[in-house]
């Protein structure tokens, strides 16, 4: 009998230790929580560019060069490359059959390419002012330093403008007065020859 007590209060004693364990076993665990924050997606780059205020002016005048896209604060190397424009046909020589004569280049055309930098700000942006100093196609192409980005435009250069001669009320009236006194003169030296010839033939003229 005693044995059996001994059993019996073990067993209870085991049962009411394994009961907290399965009642916390059985409680829901917490969700875990997310601590990384989601990554934007990729960045990617627009492509570099140049572009120029005008596209055509004449010699002696300034343009403005714009580039975009660049790397930060970098610098930027521009080159200048000059083609030669068409002559006009009415300035080109003609043989004696009506046709033209091809013009040989102009001495500058063959002359190096001009260079030339920038400097970009924070957003890879920058604006040059140029003065070209020979007429032409004009083509400047950029390309940074860092970033190794390239742009390229063209700008026509023609010659200056031609001002106009300027035209005054005296510069026309000067010659109009001393053409008309000149014809005046000899229509007063025209009567008198008439009225001469007259008198001659009549015998008036030996009359004392």
């Known amino acids: 009998m005693r ?3 001994i059993i019996m209060a073990l067993t209870v004693g085991l049962a009411v230790v394994a009961v907290p364990t399965a009642a916390g076993a059985a409680q829901p ?8 924050t989601p990554q934007p997606p990729p960045y990617v780059p627009q492509p570099a560019s140049l572009t120029v205020n005008r596209p055509t002016i004449n010699l002696g005048e300034t ?3 714009t580039g975009r896209n660049f790397g930060p604060n970098e610098t930027v190397d521009i080159v200048v490359s000059v083609t030669p424009l ?4 009415a300035n080109q020589p003609r043989r004696s059959d009506g046709s033209t004569v091809a013009m040989a280049p102009v001495a500058y055309q063959a002359s190096a390419p001009l260079s030339f930098t920038a400097y970009t ?3 890879g942006r920058f604006t040059k002012h140029y003065k070209p100093h020979v007429t032409g196609l004009l083509t400047f192409t950029a390309t940074g330093r860092e970033s190794d980005r390239t742009a390229s435009t063209e700008l ?3 010659d200056k403008k031609q001002p106009p001669l300027p035209v ?6 000067t ?3 001393i053409g008309g006194g000149m014809v005046g003169a000899g229509a007063v030296l025209l009567l008198l020859t008439l009225a001469w010839r007259s008198r001659g033939r009549f015998g008036m003229g030996s009359a004392r």
Do not use: I, W
């Open 3 to 5: 044995l059996s007590r």
């Open 29 to 36: 665990q917490p969700a875990p929580t997310v601590t990384d």
């Open 63 to 65: 343009v403005v060069l």
């Open 86 to 89: 068409a002559a006009p046909a």
């Open 121 to 123: 700000n924070s957003q």
């Open 156 to 158: 026509r250069v023609l």
């Open 168 to 173: 005054t009320g005296d510069s026309l009236g």
């Open 175 to 177: 010659p109009m007065k």
